[in-house]
């Protein structure tokens, strides 16, 4: 089995392949101040509830958006498993040919869910990743990653509005079947949800005219669950996108040399 560890701002998103199957899926809060040792005891306690030893595991790679965690986590698994350890870097076999502007500055986190969406949907595709950021991947009709806009996540943005405006109150992202919200927290409830699958139509719309052709859209991330069902337009919900990139960037770097 292979371990695929997906680190972002606010989850870390642990999962197991063995063949092309995904055995096990946990999530964990992404703590910048855990030592390796402490990372390790968490994740030892994962694979005993999913019914996995150490003796499991035959390799690993990891994809993180905080760089301060990526030698901590290496280092908790590489102690733990005793297995080698990937991570996603520049210099990762990747088979995504990058058009931006600088292809260095591309997260790792961008490349796996790219990598990810190229073999599971139709080109073109846009992956809109729903997390801290909200993130729009668009890739052409060949399978090129051409950018994309990003702006403030659904969690970010309930923050600023709790923070800015005195008289609202902080909230919990929940569910709401109207838009025409009755009290403070049903007006936010609807504002954040129509609003955000609004945002989402909106922008696949004028990608789509941008680049001339229909576009497959995929929607992943930690809020997507709850912003997909609000969407006008077809959007497929991925929740494990990412680690499937991983695990495809797992074999093209694992593979023997021909």
């Given amino acids: 089995m292979v371990l695929t560890i997906d680190v972002g701002n606010t989850n870390t998103v642990l999962g197991g392949f063995e063949g092309e199957e995904l055995f096990f899926v946990s999530r964990i ?5 855990r030592m390796p040792d402490e990372y390790a005891i968490a994740f030892r306690s994962i694979f005993e509830i999913n019914g996995y030893g ?9 994809s993180s958006v905080v760089p301060p965690l990526l030698p901590v986590l290496r280092d908790a698994v590489s102690k733990l498993l005793g297995c080698r350890v990937l991570t996603v870097s520049p210099g990762t076999k990747t088979g995504l040919d990058i058009r931006i502007d600088n292809p260095a500055e591309t997260g790792a986190d961008l490349v796996c869910a790219c990598v990810g969406a190229l073999t599971r949907y139709p080109m073109p595709c846009v992956v809109v990743d729903l997390g801290t ?5 668009v890739l052409d009709k060949d399978g090129n990653f051409l950018g994309g806009p990003i702006m403030p996540g659904v969690n970010i943005s309930l923050e600023a509005l709790a923070r800015s405006a005195a008289l609202l109150p902080r909230i919990e992202l929940g569910r709401i079947d109207h838009i025409i919200g009755k009290n403070s927290v049903d007006c936010m409830q609807a504002g954040i949800l129509y609003g ?12 789509q005219e941008e680049l001339g052709q229909e576009v497959t859209a995929v929607m992943t991330g930690g809020i997507a669950r709850s912003i997909q069902p609000f969407c006008k337009r077809a959007v497929a919900y991925d929740e494990n996108l990412l680690l499937y990139g991983l695990w495809e960037l797992y074999k093209k770097n694992t593979r023997p040399r021909s």
């Fill in 196 to 207: 955000t699958a609004g945002m989402v139509d909106g922008v696949l719309d004028r990608i």
């Fill in 54 to 62: 150490k003796a499991s595991f035959s390799g690993a790679i990891i």
């Fill in 133 to 137: 950021a909200t993130k729009f991947l």
């Fill in 29 to 33: 809060k992404t703590d910048r101040d």
